[in-house]
């Protein structure tokens, strides 16, 4: 099953602050920017490519807190499986959206591939490393917002060899950031 990487980051490689808060996206590079057809730097097209997506709790929880209406919500019907040891109830505002899995990414991606997926979207720090240290991250998407925030929740930890990047391509956008993409070589 391919699994797939697509998110922002500060240019220092900060996904959040601290606390999560993703303020500092909203407002870094220029806003008043046309991007034309780029209006939303690819994640539609991102959307259609898979058919599920893997999040972690932190993540589902900052998504959660913005309490995204019907007409808001990014996803569209795709299956959302959160990670999760703790949770044993999906929150009241994500009800009918996602689902909790509270088993190893082994035996989820197993389960997934057995039911015919073949295209997982990877969200949330610590879940996309617990991927990368799998060896499961097939590609990358990685927005980098003209911003230093200093400190925050890392997109990368570490890691246990070295992971080559190939077929890498770049595409700056009229708002300043720059969009990287990267196919997962992990060297043996």
């Known amino acids: 099953m391919k699994c797939s ?79 999760s040891k703790t949770l044993k109830e999906v929150p009241t505002g994500l009800v009918g959206r996602v689902e909790i899995f509270s088993g190893g990414i082994p035996s989820l991606m197993e389960k997934l591939g057995a039911e015919g997926f073949k295209h997982a979207y990877v969200d949330g720090g610590v879940t996309i490393q617990n991927f990368i240290a799998l060896g499961l991250i097939n590609e990358m998407t990685i927005t980098r917002a003209p911003v230093l925030i200093g400190e925050g929740i890392p997109l990368f930890g570490k890691i246990q060899k070295d992971i080559k990047l190939e077929k890498t391509s770049v595409k700056a956008f009229a708002n300043d950031f720059v969009q990287e993409f990267y196919q997962v070589n992990y060297l043996n």
């Open 5 to 83: 990487v697509y998110i922002a980051t500060s240019l220092d490689g900060y996904i959040a602050k601290p606390d999560g808060s993703l303020d500092w996206l909203m407002s870094a590079g220029n806003p008043e920017a046309d991007l034309g057809e780029d209006a939303d730097m690819g994640f539609k097209e991102h959307m259609t490519s898979v058919d599920c997506m893997i999040m972690g709790r932190k993540c589902m929880q900052v998504i959660d807190a913005m309490a995204l209406t019907s007409e808001q919500w990014p996803y569209g019907d795709t299956r959302i499986i959160v990670l």
